[in-house]
């Protein structure tokens, strides 16, 4: 059974590492992703203003590529998923919004597509239980601090997935891997997103109290579901900016640690492009390795 | 008609109410759920804005509700049922008394069994600030002085109860009758008073008024997450920190932290806590917060002068007489900061809590390591009235407080003829105007008995 899946322009260019990876664990939990024929970026911020039918055209574009893919569609990145949930939401309440986009498209969307995170198939569909099931390497005394951010779970009420100011679902996810969970305030904070372009020194101090923080709960490593987070923490760590000096920690990918931990080569756990190497966290763990499904597929 | 009134809680509204009617020569049955009367004003320290303190003023009325001829007070007693009797309008009431596992006529109020009492349990009346015995009195100053056992905690009924039900042996190794645990209450009484074989008692009434004045909760903390949750042991609500400010409290005044009984230096305030947030609370304000804060902070800074109180507003409410005066003195002369802003989130880190917040009249984050956390939570009706207006058939607003006929020109008067309301049932309000609202409803009591008279 093979999922619809967007993949959104940051996976394919600078966050390559979480697309791998998570086309590598969904095969090899027996669920290949199968990229959406034609799709193109999703606009990144979900529109607030009240005469927003510009900035929902790209949204709802991508969701007629799902409807015709079977009208269920997953993402890895969690702001292509906050967009493209709350536009599904939104056309579903305006029908009116919906029609004028389709006049102006001129390929009508029936507005009944399903957006998912692909947290939410593991943990509604393969479940916890069964994820522990296939886990090979179990990530045993590997302590590492889920880091949720906000668009994944906010705003709650249009989101519902879990309960942004006490998450579990990445907290699920990693104890299924065997990790040691590491609980810590600053887990759904902001990291200051796209301030990162036009006004760094933000998203460094924000960077900073985090990863602090983190470290002080004694995290080896930050787990987060967002290339923008990700980034926002990886990078300001980097030897050259002298931010914390000596003091780094690696911020992964639930995938990656899920590549790890189910046993797959090293290949797919696209971990080459971090500013803080995480490999050296898996040195102490004699990994097995069953294979690349990516590969032995096809 | 029956010349006689019920009135369903004995806080200060029930109090008052009570007295008004009973002074003028009419009786009063008086039904509090709780073992002693005073509700949530006895859990006050000090009142705003004159700082009395809160338990000598009302002690003299407390002791008259006691000692008075015309009222008949049942505490520790629930409403069982009201029945409207067809023919003359009266009201039947039954009314459920707890079995307090002491027979209060025998019982001098001497105190014995709660200090031979071996085991402690968390207070409701404390608010997590300090424990109760199982046999208990809410305070010394307690009307009627006479304490109840709770069962549930108790390991004497609990034993025995075992034994009868036949879930522990009721013989011993040697074949003896088994004696239930502890008892130490029973071995020390000195009037015999303990009866561990009470049972709840049905009383029925006949009035012809009534008065609902059933008072109010704080919202709980479990619905403010990004405030802890209720998980963080110093972050209290406005009631806790009153006992902790309060000299007849479990710290005797001492203003201590619940966690590990240090001082706290720096102390936030945070005031709609729950209020004024129709998207996760309350919509309403809850009127008495702002009063209420700027006389904690001031309070604090007299038992602790070196510490440092913050306060989070949205903005200030102080109308009424001499308050504005009172803010400002906490603004001015008591050196309270105060900030305009929301807290949007606070976390524990190491002892410190970490507040995080705006202050919009600078136009900058505040961030602030506190050693305790004050939340005035939003006033909301008690969990219980929703009962008593079912019963009643008495009209509730979407928050859950009773609706008066008019608001503006009938306030006290609920939808039933014969059923009047008064104090924070009806809604957010303090001292002053819950006293004035009791005795505009035992005066349309009075005016309803004597009408009777006239026309009779």
């Known amino acids: 059974m093979s999922i619809a899946y967007f993949p959104g322009c940051t996976l394919s260019t600078k966050a390559t590492g979480y697309d791998i990876s998570g086309r590598a664990v969904a095969q090899a939990l027996g669920m290949p992703l199968e990229e959406l024929p034609e799709w193109q970026c999703c606009g990144a911020t979900f529109p607030l203003a009240t005469e927003n039918s510009m900035a929902l055209i790209a949204p709802t574009r991508i969701l007629t590529q799902v409807q015709k893919s079977g009208g269920k569609v997953t993402t890895l990145c969690a702001i292509c998923f906050h967009v493209l949930r709350r536009s599904q939401n939104f056309l579903e309440a305006h029908p009116e919004m919906l ?61 519902k997935m879990d309960d942004p100011d006490n998450p579990t679902i990445l907290h699920d ?9 590491v609980d810590f305030p600053y887990q759904s904070e902001c990291c200051g997103s796209y301030l990162t372009v036009s006004k760094p020194e933000l998203p460094h101090k924000l960077a900073n109290e985090i990863l602090e923080s983190a470290r002080r709960h004694g995290a080896q490593a930050l787990v987060t579901a967002c290339p923008l987070c990700q980034f926002n923490l990886d990078y300001p760590q980097r030897p ?59 | 008609m029956r010349e006689r009134a019920l009135i369903i809680g004995a806080g200060i509204a029930g109090i008052q109410a009570a007295l008004d009617i009973a002074n003028s020569g009419y009786e009063v049955v008086l039904v509090e759920k709780e073992p002693s009367i005073g509700g949530h004003m006895a859990q006050l320290s000090e009142t705003f804005p004159t700082l009395d303190c809160s338990q000598c003023i009302m002690t003299p009325r407390t002791v008259e509700v006691g000692h008075h001829e015309n009222i008949r007070l049942y505490t520790y007693s629930d409403i069982e049922s009201i029945k409207r009797d067809g023919s003359d309008g009266d009201f039947t009431v039954t009314i459920r008394r707890h079995a307090a596992y002491i027979d209060w006529d025998k019982c001098n109020g001497c105190g014995t069994c709660q200090e031979k009492c071996p085991f402690k349990v968390e207070s ?6 300090g424990p109760r015995k199982v046999v ?80 109010y909760d704080l919202f709980p903390q479990s619905r403010l997450p990004e405030y802890g949750g209720g998980n963080i042991p110093d972050v209290v609500d406005g009631l806790a920190f009153e006992r902790l400010l309060a000299a007849s409290g479990p710290t005797a005044g001492k203003v201590i932290r619940p966690s590990d009984g240090k001082q706290p230096l720096e ?63 906490a603004q001015e002369e ?32 505040v961030e602030i390591a506190a050693d305790m956390v004050v939340l005035a939570t939003a006033v909301v009706p008690r969990s219980s009235s929703s009962q008593i207006a079912e019963m009643l058939d008495l009209e509730m607003d979407e928050n859950g407080f009773f609706t008066a006929s008019d608001e503006e020109l009938e306030p006290v008067a609920s939808n039933i003829a014969g059923i009047f309301l008064a104090g924070t049932g009806l809604g957010p309000k303090d001292i002053p105007e819950t006293v004035a609202q009791a005795s505009g409803a035992a005066a349309k009591v009075l005016s309803l008995f004597q009408r009777e008279k006239v026309t009779a």
């Open chain 2, 124 to 129: 409701i009346f404390e608010r997590g600030i």
């Open chain 2, 334 to 365: 008591e050196g309270v900061v105060y900030l305009r802003g929301k807290v949007s989130k606070l976390f524990r880190e190491g002892d410190k809590i970490i507040v995080k917040g705006a202050d919009t009249l600078s136009n900058r984050t």
């Open chain 1, 173 to 181: 996810c990693l104890a299924a891997l065997g990790c040691e969970v």
């Open chain 2, 136 to 215: 208990y009195t809410l305070s010394p100053q307690a009307v009627p002085n006479k304490p109840v056992i709770d069962a549930e905690n108790c390991r004497y009924l609990q034993s025995l109860w075992d034994m009868q039900a036949g879930r522990i042996p009721s013989v011993d190794k040697n074949g003896n009758p088994a004696k239930p645990k502890c008892g130490a209450c029973l071995k020390f009484c000195p009037t015999e008073a303990i009866d561990f074989e009470q049972k709840d008692t049905l009383i029925e009434e006949k009035v012809g008024a009534i008065i609902v004045s059933t008072g």
């Open chain 1, 240 to 298: 050259e900016h002298q931010m914390l000096m000596g003091n780094e920690i690696p911020v992964l990918y639930f995938t990656q640690l899920m590549a790890v931990a189910l046993g797959l080569e090293q290949a797919t756990w696209g971990m080459d492009k971090h500013y803080i190497d995480p490999r050296p966290l898996f040195e102490s763990f004699r990994l097995s390795v069953v294979g690349d499904p990516l590969k032995t597929d096809h």
């Open chain 2, 267 to 329: 102390v936030v305030f945070i005031q709609c806590s729950g209020s004024r947030d129709p998207e996760r609370g309350m919509p309403y304000c809850s009127k008495i917060c702002c009063m209420y804060t700027a006389k904690q902070a001031i309070l604090y800074k007299h038992r602790v002068p070196e510490g440092q109180a913050y306060v989070f507003y949205i903005d200030v409410r102080a109308g009424g007489k001499g308050y504005e005066e009172f803010l400002n003195r």
């Open chain 1, 99 to 159: 029609e004028r986009i389709n006049w102006f498209t001129e390929e009508p969307y029936d507005g009944k597509a399903t957006v998912t995170h692909f947290l939410e198939i593991l943990r509604d569909e393969v479940t916890w239980k069964g994820l522990a099931e296939k886990v090979t390497n179990p990530l045993k005394g590997l302590k590492v601090a889920p880091y949720y951010g906000c668009l994944l779970l906010r705003p709650p009420s249009e989101i």
